[in-house]
């Protein structure tokens, strides 16, 4: 098993500029969220899915967009890029939206925004 | 949702045995206990879970009082790769809204 895979794992975007983060995992796991990490800060969450067609806000949920058509895939969108949204973006999966379930994370994707 | 605390860094020698504590005062009766280690410029990665009193795996021991309102990772001997952000999490499977609040860890630093 690959695990959880993101692509890109460096991106430079121009303000205004606009891309999708790429999250895969090959377990079969239901639950798949999305986290950016600053300097300095834990984890926030931005978006999470409890399953395929089902998706649902975070702590930090706005200038991002997220779709699950798949259990596989969790891409997540940035509209519009600013500034702000320089940061460290986590993927992450398990097999349920469950405390008791081990949380499993993807290599992470460092974007910049200029 | 349980809030946790736990201190934002330590410092320890190589060789050491190193204790964080996370207070978790509000923790109701079905919460469950998970620790998570976060190595720089990785995500985190599962170490330990528990309900009450002792767990223990090849990584660390969690020691959770009968009260179960704090919780100890206790990491014996940690070397210089033991250097990472541990974060405490509490809850179970019947938490609304946000999920997984990692919070910002305790970053504990190993020196020689």
């Known amino acids: 098993n690959a695990g959880v895979t993101q692509t890109p794992k460096f991106q430079v975007l121009k303000t205004g500029q606009s891309m999708t983060l790429q999250c895969a995992q090959d377990m079969n796991h239901e639950y798949m969220s999305w986290y950016r990490q600053d300097p300095g800060m834990g984890l926030r969450l931005i978006h999470y899915?409890?399953?395929?067609?089902?998706?649902d806000q975070g702590e930090v949920p706005n200038g991002y967009n997220v779709s699950r058509s798949t259990t596989e895939d969790f891409p997540l969108r940035l509209l519009s890029a600013a500034p702000s949204q320089t940061s460290v973006y986590f993927c992450?999966?398990?097999?349920?939206?469950?405390?008791?379930?081990?949380?499993?994370f993807g290599p992470g994707t460092r974007l910049t925004v200029l | 949702l349980a809030k946790t605390t736990q201190p934002i860094s330590m410092d320890s020698y190589e060789g050491q045995e190193v204790n964080i504590t996370c207070s978790h005062n509000n923790i109701a009766t079905n919460d469950y206990i998970t620790w998570y280690q976060q190595f720089p410029s990785q995500g985190p990665r599962f170490i330990i879970q528990?309900?009450?009193t002792k767990v223990k795996n090849e990584v660390a021991s969690l020691f959770i009082p009968a009260d179960r309102k704090s919780s100890t990772l206790s990491l014996p001997r940690v070397s210089l790769s033991d250097t990472a952000v541990y974060y405490c999490?509490?809850?179970?499977?019947?938490?609304?809204?946000?999920?997984?609040?990692f919070g910002k860890g305790t970053s504990l630093l190993v020196t020689p």
């Open positions: 992450a999966s398990s097999y349920n939206r469950d405390y008791k379930d081990t949380q499993y």
């Open positions: 528990g309900y009450k």
């Open positions: 999490l509490v809850g179970d499977d019947s938490n609304s809204g946000y999920a997984l609040n």
């Open positions: 899915s409890v399953g395929a067609g089902i998706t």
